[in-house]
């Protein structure tokens, strides 16, 4: 489905510079971090998932950051279309949230993406240059002695730096564009991500059967228990959702704080034989 004047991207984490002045239809939350990413990429207007709206309305995070900025917002009903999936967003998505420029150019809660994207090609680029301070660090190690690394989103894992640690993402949980390839972009001893609702299809937790096929333990934490966009927020607040047959193995179940997860991981001695036995099977 093409129509002038609107990008369709699974994630926004890797627009060019041909979104520049167009609606740009992501698949990704709808967190201040990716509304940051639209705005230096220039775009018109955005459209992103509301992920269960969430702890904080973090979900909706999007808005007020580009409201801030002039630049018009939107978010569709993370029920409506599955997160990750631009296609199904502009194809089936319902608007959920709007900020104060896209309701200026008619975009309005109840109507259909496709309707709100084509309205929002009147917005304009935001005048101001964005500012966000992209959030990667260490919180802390295990006992074994395993980084605990956050990130505010996955992209943000660094290549050999963090295999074979334990990464707390605020992104959330799904498949971009349902290619297993792009789960984790690291070999990580565990990572934890942000359930989005689960929403559509289940589409917030489906990252991790992909991790399972890895050895790669992953869980998701609810997304009223922790702010999506935030990997500390996962780490310090967030509540185990879902986990995959890795992390269950390890002793990881839904309920527990990911606090606490990250302990058992980091003291499960059965972590490379399981990853071992996974990659011989794959072999």
């Not at 639209?38 to 409201?67: E, S």
């Amino acid at each position: 489905m093409k129509h002038d004047g609107i990008h369709l991207a699974s994630t926004v984490t890797k627009l060019g510079p041909d979104c520049a002045g167009m609606v740009v239809v992501g698949g990704s939350h709808g967190g201040a971090y990716p509304g940051y990413l639209a705005a230096k990429a220039r775009a018109g207007a955005v459209i992103l998932n509301d992920a269960g709206i969430g702890k904080d309305d973090a979900g909706v995070g999007c808005l007020a950051y580009c409201d801030a900025l002039d630049m018009a917002a939107a978010t569709v009903s993370h029920m409506s279309a599955r997160i990750g999936d631009a296609e199904d967003t502009i194809a089936n998505g319902i608007i959920s949230r709007v900020n104060d420029a896209a309701r200026a150019v008619g975009c309005v809660e109840g109507m259909s993406c496709l309707d709100a994207a084509l309205a929002l090609r009147a917005a304009s680029p935001p005048d101001a240059s964005p500012e966000y301070a992209e959030a990667r660090g260490i919180v802390g190690h295990t006992p074994a002695g395993l980084r605990l690394v956050y990130l505010d989103s996955s992209s943000l894992v660094a290549r050999g730096e963090d295999d074979g640690q334990i990464v707390l993402c605020g992104s959330h949980g799904g498949l971009v564009a349902n290619q297993p390839r792009l789960a984790l972009q690291v070999d990580a001893a565990a990572a934890f991500f942000n359930d989005a609702g689960i929403g559509k299809d289940g589409a917030g937790v489906t990252r991790l059967p992909a991790l399972d096929a890895r050895g790669i333990a992953a869980a998701t934490v609810a997304a009223m228990s922790a702010r999506i966009g935030d990997g500390r927020s996962t780490y310090e607040d967030g509540i185990v959702s879902r986990v995959n047959e890795t992390a269950r193995a390890a002793g990881i179940a839904p309920g527990m704080p990911a606090r606490e997860a990250t302990t058992i991981i980091g003291t499960w001695r059965g972590h490379d034989a399981h990853r071992r036995h996974n990659r011989e099977t794959e072999d």
